[in-house]
């Protein structure tokens, strides 16, 4: 067996994860992988920053702090479309992102839990549950919420691709 191939046969003991769970956990991913340079992107838009600029500005930033910056930069703007921008990206950022992505997990059959820490402040944690069925309907929300923002952006495909592959050094 190669390297490569050994994902394909790491078999968890019966009852130790959701069947579902692996594939929607890599989907909860995706998702933001995909989303992350629209909203790079959207915050350039709205500050009418260039594309190195902007790279530069949100490439040591947090993802929530984005969401945030972005938020704020929504709400001030003259796109014809910036209320439902707005409850998109409100959405995102109910989507616990954050909990999920740097959580440890604990799971059986058909239940979920992320258990995870706070970053800032004083120290707390918590537990994320969800039933499979339930966490599966949370990632579909939120990929829904993230296509509905990017149609909603208007952005021009070319345009994104463009921003992205602008991340190459020079």
């Given at each position: 067996?190669?390297?490569?191939?050994?994902?394909?046969?790491?078999?968890?003991?019966?009852?130790?994860?959701?069947?579902?769970?692996?594939?929607?956990?890599?989907?909860?991913?995706?998702?933001?992988?995909?989303?992350?340079?629209?909203?790079?992107?959207?915050?350039?838009?709205?500050l009418?920053?260039?594309?190195?600029s902007?790279?530069?500005?949100?490439?040591?930033?947090?993802?929530?702090?984005?969401?945030?910056?972005?938020?704020?930069?929504?709400?001030?703007?003259?796109?014809?479309?910036?209320?439902?921008?707005?409850?998109?990206?409100?959405?995102?950022?109910?989507?616990?992102?954050?909990?999920?992505?740097?959580?440890?997990?604990?799971?059986?059959?058909?239940?979920?839990?992320?258990?995870?820490?706070?970053?800032?402040?004083?120290?707390?944690?918590?537990?994320?549950?969800?039933?499979i069925?339930?966490?599966?309907?949370?990632?579909?929300?939120?990929?829904?919420?993230?296509?509905?923002?990017?149609?909603?952006?208007?952005?021009?495909?070319?345009?994104?691709?463009?921003?992205?592959?602008?991340?190459?050094?020079?």
């Amino acid at each position: 067996m190669t390297k490569t191939n050994t994902i394909r046969h790491i078999n968890f003991p019966r009852g130790t994860f959701p069947p579902e769970f692996h594939d929607t956990l890599g989907k909860f991913h995706t998702i933001w992988l995909m989303f992350d340079p629209t909203l790079d992107y959207s915050i350039g838009y709205f500050l009418g920053s260039d594309t190195r600029s902007t790279h530069m500005l949100v490439s040591g930033m947090m993802f929530g702090t984005k969401l945030r910056l972005l938020a704020d930069l929504i709400k001030r703007s003259k796109h014809p479309k910036k209320d439902t921008l707005a409850e998109k990206i409100k959405l995102l950022q109910a989507s616990k992102r954050d909990q999920i992505t740097h959580a440890y997990v604990k799971s059986n059959k058909a239940h979920v839990t992320f258990m995870y820490r706070s970053k800032g402040g004083s120290y707390k944690s918590g537990e994320l549950a969800f039933h499979i069925d339930g966490f599966i309907d949370h990632v579909g929300k939120m990929a829904e919420a993230a296509m509905e923002y990017q149609e909603a952006l208007g952005a021009p495909v070319q345009e994104l691709l463009g921003f992205a592959k602008a991340i190459e050094s020079e």
